[in-house]
């Protein structure tokens, strides 16, 4: 198997980056954390099915959803990773309620928001799975952080990512300039830059939803999906395509184009999809790739969250997708 050794590394093209932006060391510090936190899961995830780690623990986790093994294994990657690193000084996750502070790390300067095992459902079936993460600067002086440092807008990020375990692993990035996406090489454990400058295309790709949902949508929301079912949007004819993650879908539509969507619905307005740590850093990701992200109503960038796990519809992708899928809604 030929490496493609002329390939950059994570950390030579994040330096690169850096210097361009002319910004401190410590980010990349952080995001080589990140590789490594998606080089240990990639390695759990494939042994699963052997050491009995798939399936459910029998225990609930904050959402009141049922928690599976590799759940909690994810999120104590992510702890183990980041403890006792002076950068982070807290880590706000899908799988716990209150922030988790690494010890000794009171004066870090970033914050973690992260979704450490994206996809759950798709676990048991070999399906796409992921790892998304927004990285924040702290709002407060020093000492411990308090809630507030987390309750800000995604515009407001430094960094956002994703890690995706499908056929290859992937960790696609931005540190506020261009999407960087990246490949492992699991013979050398080493990401290599595959995806430079990643944009995403317009007026083609595909929608994705979950249509069995439709019940439960208002009318507007049945229209406007039954647009794109039937090709009879503005902007274009689209495939459906729906793989039951969110970083896979995103994944998809970033490189292919289109939209994805998780509409409220009538009983639950705010859907099912969080802020903090889904739609804010893959909204970021998304606008810094050209594209656009939106609750239905306004910019998911702009929304300020009130608390941690926050809910709000998503729709994004593409510009012009986007856009008419929002004119549809109002
Ligand atoms: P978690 O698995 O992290 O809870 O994420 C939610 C999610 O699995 C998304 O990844 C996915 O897009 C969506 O839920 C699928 O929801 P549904 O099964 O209702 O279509």
């Not at 493609?4 to 401190?24: C, G, I």
């Not at 995001?31 to 759990?44: D, K, Q």
């Not at 999809?273 to 656009?292: D, S, T």
């Amino acid at each position: 198997m030929t490496r493609a050794m002329n390939r950059l590394t994570l950390s030579e093209q994040f330096f690169r980056d850096q210097a361009l932006a002319h910004a401190s060391g410590g980010m990349s510090t952080v995001l080589n954390r990140f590789s490594l936190v998606g080089r240990m899961l990639a390695s759990e995830i494939m042994r699963a099915g052997f050491v009995g780690k798939l399936g459910y623990t029998g225990t609930t986790n904050v959402q009141d959803e049922d928690v599976r093994a590799l759940d909690v294994i994810s999120n104590d990657t992510v702890l183990q990773v980041f403890d006792s690193m002076p950068l982070v000084c807290g880590i706000a996750s899908e799988e716990m309620e209150g922030v988790h502070y690494p010890s000794g790390s009171e004066e870090g300067k970033y914050l973690i928001a992260c979704d450490p095992l994206d996809g759950s459902g798709n676990v048991d079936v070999a399906g796409q799975i992921g790892t998304i993460f927004g990285v924040y600067r702290r709002r407060s002086a020093s000492g411990k952080p308090p809630l507030d440092d987390f309750l800000q807008p995604a515009r407001n990020l430094i960094a956002a990512g994703y890690i995706l375990y499908g056929p290859c692993t992937m960790l696609v990035y931005t540190a506020g300039g261009p999407v960087n996406g990246f490949t492992l090489d699991r013979s050398i454990g080493t990401f290599f830059l595959t995806h430079p400058n990643i944009r995403i295309p317009e007026g083609t790709g595909s929608y994705s939803v979950n249509e069995a949902n439709e019940k439960k949508w208002d009318a507007k929301t049945q229209a406007m999906v039954r647009a794109f079912r039937q090709q009879e949007t503005d902007c274009g004819k689209r495939a459906a395509r729906y793989a039951g993650a969110l970083v896979g879908d995103f994944h998809r539509t970033l490189l292919k184009g289109g939209i994805y969507m998780y509409p409220g619905e009538v009983k639950k307005p705010s859907g099912k999809l969080r802020l903090l740590y889904e739609n804010g850093p893959l909204g970021f990701i998304c606008e810094k790739a050209g594209g656009a992200a939106s609750d239905g109503t306004q910019p998911i960038l702009d929304i300020v969250p009130n608390e941690l796990h926050q809910r709000t519809p998503l729709f994004l992708g593409s510009k012009g997708d986007v856009a008419e899928a929002v004119r549809r809604l109002s």
